[in-house]
Every structure is written in structure tokens, then in C-alpha cells.
């Protein structure tokens, strides 16, 4: 399997035998393997280890193993601890999508930071399966069911060769120890669902499924290849860039493809325009200038004979602190801070620029910033969380609106949005005992 790992990377043709390579390893038997066969083929490597806290002290006790295992390859040992859960809460993304971003931006960083040529994961053959079925379940496009790339910009899969049984081979002839994640045999997250349920249901229809499925996926790859010269195509003949640097669509080229909402589908990709959002556009196509689409990055215009696509100003992530003795604040905003008692006879009915907050429940310093994408609240009056961009849509809220509102945080948590609603986990209760006054002046 060493000669099949060589064979392997050698075919990827970008790798050299002296590159640095940065190996993310979980402590599970597939990522450990690799790092035993990296080692026989006497690459130069470190590993990387990300501790997700989310199965205790066996979370820990796997950091613990995989540094052992590096003191013992004697490589450098890179480890990093995420509060997995309340980011993922945070972002209002589920939990395995919130690990995946997290391991590979903090991969990342680290392959820069210490100057290692490639990031590599232990993805084998039958993770192309699951991957597969987790796309198509999430709603993609073609490109989605081609699989797992063995080279994505600076992320390498080498044992796509290797089915899951030859790896599981391997490690029992070499007698490799690793820690068994108990949690890969419950069905709680998607792939172990598709892992455990779905693929077993279709090798009972066909016992060659998850051959005949990797076909596939070079079939679709193939003709992933083919689509993706017909989009150049269109792309060169309906886009261009107008003398203040926009792009723009030429409305008169655009008419004339077919299908027209798969061909501008691929041509928004990049500036992250869903699909609901293209077929909005499709259908105002023969509508009056001047109508806006958003995405989270871009917004598009219909002129009379082009659509053009500006970038939306970055928001800014300065921050400003509230010091607990503050009482005066000038920026980013003119507040003015007090403390009282709660008394009986409080008036509660204030204007939208004053915010009377449960003190008790705060921990300095608060935190003055611009919104962010994913960022959401419990508004005033309200049961549930809400998404502040969703909370923008509800209430009309202009992209100049957007641009200029600022939330006072308490942590992670928003408290309020200044000067237009305050969160309802921080509002004055018969239990207050002590009230922040904040006026926006």
C-alpha cells in the first residue's frame, strides 16, 4: 500500500518528494494509516489536530493520542480546540458544517503561517459515495456530483485509491492502534445516515453499487469538463467590464442561450447568486430597468440593455468596547450610558433610541460592531431566533440601512440593535434588579 500511496501522489504530478506537508489527523483509523504510510515513504510532514469538544473527555483523550502518536513519528505537532456547537449556533449552520469550516480555515492558516506546501486528508474511495449522497440531498449542481477533487487548491487526497476495507486491512497487518470514534456508528449526523442507511440499502439492490457509483463519478466529472467549456463559451460572448470596472451582462447575448437559467446560473456562480435569485432575474428580464437582486457579496441591476454586477461595500468589522464604568461613548455612535434600580413604577415605553437592559446579564466589556452574515437575535416580542438578515428583509430595510446599522453585543449574543430593536433575552423583568439605559443621541 506505501508503493500505491507513491504511485498515488507521483500521478498528481504537483507534488514533490521534498514538499512540506501538513497532515490533518483525527486519531481515527483512516487518518492514522496515512500518517503511517507517509512516514514509510519518508515524506516530509507535520500533523494537525482540531479538538471540536463535542464528545467530552473522549474529544480530549484523542488530542491526547494523535500527539502522542506524533511524538513518537517525531514530526511537529499542531493542535487547536473550537467550541464547536456554539459557533455552529452562532452561524446558525448545522454542527458537521461548522467542524468542516473550521478544520480547513485553521489548516490553512497553519500551512501559512509555517510554510507547508499542501494540506493532506485522509478521504478515501467510499467517502466519494457519501459525499456524493450529501450533496445531492443538500441540492447542487452538476459540479457537486463529481466527487471529491484529489488536488482542491492546496488540498490533497491521496488515498482516493484505497477503499475502506483496505485501509481497515492494512491497519490490522501492521498492527496500527487508533481511536475508534464511537460516534461514527450513530446515524445523529447526516453521513453517518448515508454511511450506515443508504449505502447499505443500495448495495441490497445492486452488490456492485459502489463500483458502478465511482464510474459514475468520472463519467460525470468527464462531463462536467464538456459543460464547463459550453459556460466559458457563453461567458465570453455576454460578459464584459464598463469603464468604472463593473461587470455586465449583455442582455441582447444573453436572450439568445439555451437553457437560459442553467447558463446564468454558472455565470453569477462566482458573485454567490442562489438559485431562487436567477430565476427572479430570468423572469424580470422583459421588466423595467432599474430592478435590484442581492447576494450575500453582490447585488445586479437590470439596465435597458445589461445587467450590471457591483460588489457590496465590505461591512467593517472594527469593534468598540463598553467599559462597565462607561457612561459616555462618542464612536462609532454618540451613546450615553447610565445604571438604576429597578423600580416598580419604571417606565418601559420608550422610543426605538433607548434600550433598557437587564443588567445583570451582561459581562463587560459590551461590544459595539457592523453585522455580519449569519448573525441573528431573539427580537423583542418574539418566541425565536431570527436571522438579522432575514429581520432586514421583514423590515424593508435598505442596503443603506444595512450598511449603517451597528449591534451591541454581549459576547456572542446580540443585545441590541441600536437604535431599532432590542433583543428579548436582555429586556427588563419583574425579577430586574439593576437596568442599563442606553440612548442614542
Known amino acids: 500500500m506505501v508503493e500505491r500511496l507513491i504511485e498515488s501522489i507521483a500521478s498528481l504530478r504537483l507534488i514533490s518528494p521534498n514538499d512540506r506537508l501538513l497532515v490533518g489527523v483525527s486519531g481515527g483509523i483512516d487518518s492514522v494509516v496515512l500518517v503511517d504510510l507517509l512516514l514509510k515513504a519518508r515524506f516530509n510532514f507535520a500533523v494537525a489536530h482540531c479538538n471540536f469538544k463535542l464528545r467530552g473527555e473522549e474529544s480530549d483523550k484523542d488530542e491526547a493520542f494523535v500527539k502522542k502518536l506524533a511524538e513518537k513519528c517525531k514530526v511537529t505537532y499542531f493542535v487547536q480546540s473550537f467550541d464547536t456547537r456554539r459557533i455552529a449556533s452562532h452561524a446558525g449552520v448545522s454542527i458537521e458544517m461548522a467542524a468542516r469550516d473550521l478544520r480547513y480555515a485553521w489548516f490553512e492558516k497553519i500551512r501559512l503561517q509555517h510554510h507547508f506546501d499542501w494540506i493532506f486528508i485522509a478521504h478515501h474511495r467510499d467517502d466519494q459515495a457519501e459525499t456524493f449522497f450529501l450533496n445531492l440531498a443538500r441540492g447542487t449542481g452538476i459540479s457537486g456530483l463529481t466527487g471529491m477533487s484529489a488536488i482542491n487548491g492546496k488540498v490533497v487526497r491521496p488515498l482516493l485509491f484505497s477503499s475502506r476495507k483496505e485501509i481497515e486491512s492494512y491497519a490490522a497487518e501492521?498492527?496500527?492502534?487508533?481511536?475508534?470514534?464511537?460516534?461514527?456508528?450513530?446515524?445523529?449526523?447526516?453521513?453517518?445516515?448515508?454511511?450506515?442507511?443508504?449505502?447499505?440499502?443500495?448495495?441490497?439492490?445492486?452488490?456492485?453499487?459502489?463500483?458502478?457509483?465511482?464510474?459514475?463519478?468520472?463519467?460525470?466529472?468527464?462531463?462536467?469538463?464538456?459543460?464547463?467549456?459550453?459556460?466559458?463559451?457563453?461567458?465570453?460572448?455576454?460578459?464584459?467590464?464598463?469603464?468604472?470596472?463593473?461587470?455586465?451582462?449583455?442582455?441582447?447575448?444573453?436572450?439568445?442561450?439555451?437553457?437560459?437559467?442553467?447558463?446564468?446560473?454558472?455565470?453569477?456562480?462566482?458573485?454567490?447568486f442562489n438559485g431562487d435569485v436567477v430565476e427572479e432575474i430570468v423572469n424580470s428580464l422583459n421588466g423595467q430597468p432599474g430592478k435590484q437582486f442581492f447576494s450575500a457579496t453582490h447585488r445586479a441591476f437590470l439596465d435597458r440593455e445589461v445587467i450590471i454586477i457591483q460588489k457590496l461595500p465590505q461591512a467593517s468589522f472594527d469593534q468598540f468596547y463598553l467599559e462597565e464604568d462607561c457612561s459616555n461613548l462618542t464612536l462609532p455612535l454618540k451613546l450615553t450610558i447610565s445604571t438604576s434600580k429597578r423600580l416598580d413604577n419604571l417606565c418601559l415605553k420608550t422610543s426605538t433610541k433607548t434600550a433598557l437592559i437587564d443588567r445583570d446579564k451582561l459581562q463587560f466589556p459590551l461590544i459595539l460592531r457592523k453585522w455580519q452574515l449569519g448573525d441573528f437575535f431573539q427580537p423583542l416580542g418574539m418566541q425565536g431566533m431570527k436571522k438579522l438578515s432575514d429581520f432586514f428583509i421583514d423590515e424593508k430595510f435598505s442596503l443603506s440601512d444595512k450598511e449603517n446599522v451597528w449591534l451591541l453585543t454581549n459576547g456572542v449574543e446580540i443585545v441590541w440593535i441600536v437604535g431599532v430593536r432590542l433583543d428579548e433575552r436582555y429586556k427588563i423583568t419583574p425579577e430586574t434588579r439593576s437596568v442599563l439605559t442606553i440612548t442614542l443621541d
Open 174 to 272: 501492521n498492527n496500527i492502534t487508533y481511536h475508534e470514534d464511537e460516534t461514527n456508528a450513530q446515524t445523529e449526523f447526516h453521513r453517518n445516515k448515508i454511511r450506515h442507511l443508504v449505502i447499505p440499502m443500495m448495495e441490497e439492490i445492486n452488490p456492485a453499487f459502489r463500483k458502478g457509483l465511482i464510474d459514475t463519478l468520472h463519467h460525470l466529472h468527464d462531463t462536467f469538463l464538456i459543460y464547463n467549456q459550453s459556460v466559458d463559451r457563453a461567458i465570453a460572448h455576454v460578459v464584459r467590464c464598463n469603464t468604472r470596472g463593473e461587470i455586465e451582462l449583455l442582455l441582447a447575448e444573453l436572450r439568445l442561450l439555451d437553457p437560459l437559467t442553467s447558463y446564468l446560473f454558472e455565470i453569477l456562480k462566482p458573485y454567490h
